[in-house]
């Protein structure tokens, strides 16, 4: 009986020694792919100088956001005003009096 518990007992350690390594690997591949993302992250980080305007009154840099038609806006609005309606209905179908802090 003494035989089957070492033999237990080994093979359990031998399972945890085979879970570490594997975790081990996966933990230095996610280090060095979060390594590569933030290089790139850094590298596209812009400056605070901002790009100069075009000479030309019609274009738009990467940085400026186009004017949106008013029926744009409008229906933006409208879109907003919905979702808020349908959002205040189910806070009171909710039943529930509790504040949560986001």
């Known amino acids: 009986m003494s035989n089957d518990r070492v033999e237990q007992l080994e ?22 792919r979060i390594r590569v993302l933030e290089a790139e992250l850094d590298a596209e980080t812009p400056t605070r ?37 349908t959002a205040d209905e189910e806070t009171e179908d909710s039943g529930s009096d509790d504040i949560i802090v986001a």
């Open 11 to 32: 093979s359990t350690v031998a399972k945890l020694e085979s879970t570490v390594e594997g975790l081990t690997d996966e933990l230095i591949e996610a280090k060095e």
């Open 49 to 85: 100088v901002p790009d100069r305007r075009g000479d030309e009154a019609g274009t738009v840099s990467g940085d400026e956001t186009p004017e949106a038609e008013p029926d744009e806006v409008a229906e933006a609005a409208a879109d907003a005003e919905g979702e808020t309606e």
